[in-house]
């Protein structure tokens, strides 16, 4: 019964390292997405995949890329992280693109 | 600009009142508009959606209003319980789905 699994939990860098945040879900769902969340602020939509073999930009995609591997993975690649980038980083999945989202429990990323 | 606001950051109430939070938004013409919770350190977790042409959902002794004309929804906790306290986020869904900064709850017994 995993639902959504990010991994990993926490992780630290340095600017101008990369790093990729992993996700899965074992629900059979078609969409997944991926926000950000800033201390006292609501989700902010970075990439989302409608089907799997797409992708797509959200409100604040710059400075990340996706890959949609299959139906259940949707990885999140940080290519230089910058520490405008540290937040809280949550995956979600739906199994369609206008239906209720199932999150994961989150990244927590710092880049020092 | 499109903009979703949530009423005011922090709410605190009492145990056994209603809790009633507010979701107005500007520039949307949403299909539909949901409800999360999200407890610290967590994930949020899906409540209740309402669509469009939905006055009124309710599920046990959480009710949500959807008014098209106002631009608002309205999400009610009845008889509240200290376990209600938690952040509540409301969510667009006009092609990408929207969210609010969220409304803290805090149910004091």
Same mark, same amino acid.
Request: with cysteine; charged share 20%; hydrophobic share 30%.
């Given at each position: 019964n995993a639902g959504v699994t990010q991994t990993p939990k926490f992780q630290v860098l340095k600017t101008g390292q990369s790093m990729t945040l992993q996700c899965a879900q074992d629900m059979n769902h078609n969409s997944m997405y991926w926000y950000r969340q800033d201390p006292g602020m609501g989700?902010?939509?970075i990439y989302y995949s409608a089907s799997e073999g797409t992708t797509d930009k959200g409100e604040v995609p710059n400075g990340y890329n996706v890959s949609r591997l299959n139906k259940r993975e949707f990885s999140l690649r940080l290519e230089s992280a910058a520490p405008s980038q540290t937040s809280v980083y949550f995956c979600a999945s739906s199994p369609g693109e206008y239906q209720p989202q199932h999150f994961g429990d989150g990244t927590r990323l710092s880049i020092l | 600009s499109q903009k979703i606001e949530q009423n005011s950051e922090a709410l605190n109430i009492q145990e056994g009142k209603t809790?009633?939070?507010?979701c107005n938004y500007t520039n949307y013409s949403p299909a539909y508009l949901q409800w999360y919770r999200q407890d610290p350190g967590r994930? !949020?977790?899906?409540l209740l959606l309402i669509r469009e042409n939905e006055k009124e959902k309710r599920k046990e002794r959480l009710k949500v209003t959807f008014d098209t004309t106002l631009k608002q929804s309205l999400f009610h906790i009845t008889a509240s319980? !200290?376990?209600?306290?938690a952040t509540y986020l409301c969510a667009l869904n006009a092609g990408k789905s929207t969210f609010g900064d969220g409304t803290t709850l805090t149910v004091k017994p």
């Amino acid at each position: 019964n995993a639902g959504v699994t990010q991994t990993p939990k926490f992780q630290v860098l340095k600017t101008g390292q990369s790093m990729t945040l992993q996700c899965a879900q074992d629900m059979n769902h078609n969409s997944m997405y991926w926000y950000r969340q800033d201390p006292g602020m609501g989700l902010r939509l970075i990439y989302y995949s409608a089907s799997e073999g797409t992708t797509d930009k959200g409100e604040v995609p710059n400075g990340y890329n996706v890959s949609r591997l299959n139906k259940r993975e949707f990885s999140l690649r940080l290519e230089s992280a910058a520490p405008s980038q540290t937040s809280v980083y949550f995956c979600a999945s739906s199994p369609g693109e206008y239906q209720p989202q199932h999150f994961g429990d989150g990244t927590r990323l710092s880049i020092l | 600009s499109q903009k979703i606001e949530q009423n005011s950051e922090a709410l605190n109430i009492q145990e056994g009142k209603t809790a009633t939070l507010t979701c107005n938004y500007t520039n949307y013409s949403p299909a539909y508009l949901q409800w999360y919770r999200q407890d610290p350190g967590r994930g !949020p977790v899906f409540l209740l959606l309402i669509r469009e042409n939905e006055k009124e959902k309710r599920k046990e002794r959480l009710k949500v209003t959807f008014d098209t004309t106002l631009k608002q929804s309205l999400f009610h906790i009845t008889a509240s319980q !200290p376990a209600d306290s938690a952040t509540y986020l409301c969510a667009l869904n006009a092609g990408k789905s929207t969210f609010g900064d969220g409304t803290t709850l805090t149910v004091k017994p």
